[in-house]
T-cell receptor
Framework: AQKVTQAQTEISVVEKEDVTLDCVYE???????LFWYKQPPSGELVFLIR??????QNEISGRYSWNFQKSTSSFNFTITASQVVDSAVYFC?????????????FGQGTILTVHP | DTGVSQDPRHKITKRGQNVTFRCDPI?????LYWYRQTLGQGPEFLTY????????KSRLLSDRFSAERPKGSFSTLEIQRTEQGDSAMYLC?????????????FGQGTRLTVV
């Protein structure tokens, strides 16, 4: 069975602070995919990044960066110089490969509040 | 293409009534997924289709729930004899198997309240 754990239920920071959202996953699959989604108050899940199990390169996209470590089964997400618009619920998710691809197992989510 | 569209956005129904939700995926996407999200939780997988075939159903999907995707285009999710525990946000997502496994794009969801 697959499982995703986001231990941080809520995080509160002041604008311009850096913040890291933790994600730990469990799977027996050798091929799997990890995702981060953002859910603003409007409710729609917005895709941020996808990583496959064979690509451990860290990625940076503007103020966002992701650290994938298979050795610790973690896929952490860092926002640098946070902004008020980053306030949302962030979900880490896991999918198998093949026909299971796209069937996502989500973590419980981390509520991020960025104060001005 | 305007993305994944769900209708209605909100539904309030009395316990025991039947409800039906509709999802229109991104037109070139052949995979369609339904998820349920309760307050304070992450979405939970319910079922998914590849074209018109329903490939998997979660054990969360009781006999009162049925989903269809005729002709591999839009999909409907019906809940019969609704119960208060069915109150949740129902999310639809679509993806393309052909394009090197793209990410799933989500609709804005249908929020169901059973009173």
């Amino acid at each position: 069975a697959q499982k995703v754990t986001q231990a941080q239920t809520e995080i509160s920071v002041v604008e311009k602070e850096d913040v890291t959202l933790d994600c730990v996953y469990e799977t027996r699959d050798t091929t799997y995919y990890l995702f981060w989604y953002k859910q603003p108050p409007s409710g729609e899940l917005v895709f941020l990044i996808r990583r496959n199990s064979f690509d451990e390169q860290n990625e940076i996209s503007g103020r966002y960066s992701w650290n994938f470590q298979k050795s610790t089964s973690s896929f952490n997400f860092t926002i640098t110089a946070s902004q008020v618009v980053d306030s949302a619920v962030y979900f880490c998710a896991l999918s198998g490969g093949g026909t299971s691809y796209g069937k996502l197992t989500f973590g419980q989510g981390t509520i991020l509040t960025v104060h001005p | 293409d305007t993305g994944v569209s769900q209708d209605p956005r909100h539904k309030i129904t009395k316990r025991g009534q039947n409800v039906t939700f509709r999802c229109d995926p991104i037109s070139e996407h052949n995979r369609l997924y339904w998820y349920r999200q309760t307050l304070g939780q992450g979405p939970e997988f319910l079922t998914y289709f590849q074209n018109e075939a329903q490939l998997e159903k979660s054990r969360l999907l009781s006999d009162r729930f049925s989903a269809e995707r005729p002709k591999g285009s839009f999909s409907t999710l019906e809940i019969q004899r609704t119960e208060q525990g069915d109150s949740a946000m129902y999310l639809c997502a679509s993806s393309s198997e052909d394009s090197l496994n793209t990410e799933a794009f989500f609709g804005q969801g249908t929020r169901l309240t059973v009173v």
